[in-house]
């Protein structure tokens, strides 16, 4: 019997080619530190509505459940964006956090130096930039009822959605927030709309009854939109970022942008138990899906913090961690971090060149 059962969920677009990307290569860290997986795929999203009607059918939620881990890609696509909500692609990643409880979201965003001139931002703006965003998951206006749209007279619709958090869901979310902060440069920011929203004041006075069981971490607030400003403005500032389900969304795709491309950008999914999902930030990109011209370097991050986070096994993810840094050395770039001077490749031959360098 293998070591560990890991899902394998590809889902729609280039999900499909950078997640048997990240599946090789946590086979070869297998292989050079012994442990053995046994991959199981499952279907969702897009795909899994054509094949089967629903974006995420029972088997895959059972396999999931069956799992010590899973490898998520990405879902959604055009095709599918006028179904009904509980039919579109984006309802399989919604419901597996919401099934399996998935409340912390990880979402780090560090520099690889040789990436320093990809990012859209000057270089001194983002040289040795290392923050991580600890998003709330299966809370806040994502999941809070009622959400309706309803026909107030026949010529007025009126659509609802509802933000809510509790005590108990703000206080679980943001302890993570510390004890990241503590194994890092313990510095935390919390952020919020406190001078508008009755969830922010919660969230707000609630992160600071939590922050007297750290007295070693320097923590601040912030509203979301000073910190998407500063975000741009000077991200060095940064380390670790705690904050709502949507404000969580939106400032960890601007995170991701700073490090030269969204194609570079891991994240964990993780419930109480320690179980998890580990999914690229990117989405399906309909646009190149196909062609060999995905970065599956966030795939691969993503099975790195799957061995660090699910497997506890810090060796194999810096292993690959290693790895990734080393094939960007070597000067190999996809076309999403491209720049002069650089060997331009595909997804499949950078997938190939970081495997073989996990390989040792
Ligand atoms: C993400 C994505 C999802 C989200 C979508 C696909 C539902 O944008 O993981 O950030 O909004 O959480
Ligand atoms: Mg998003």
Redesign the pocket.
Known sequence: MADYKIGVIPGDGIGQEVTAHARKVLDVAGVRFGVSFEFREGMAGGTAYDAAGDPFPSETQELCADSDACLFG???GPQWDALPREKR??AA??GL?QKFGLFA?LRPAAMFEPLVDASTLKAEAVRGLDLLVV?E?VGGI?FGEPRITEQVNPDEERAVDTMVYSTSEIRRIVRVGFEMASVRRKKLLSVDKENVLETSRLWRRVAGEVARDFPDIEVSHMYVDNAAMQLIRDPLQFDVIVTG??F??IL??AASMLTGSIGMLA?ANLNEAGFGVF?P?H?TAPDIAGQDKANPIAAIMSAAMLCRYALKRAGMADAIEAAVSKALDGGLRTPDIHTNGTTLVGCAAMGERVAELVGG
Do not use: Q
């Open positions: 990405a879902v959604g692609p984006e990643i919604l956090r979201n998003r998951g994502y389900n949507m969580g969304d960890s795709d994240s999914e930030v989405g």
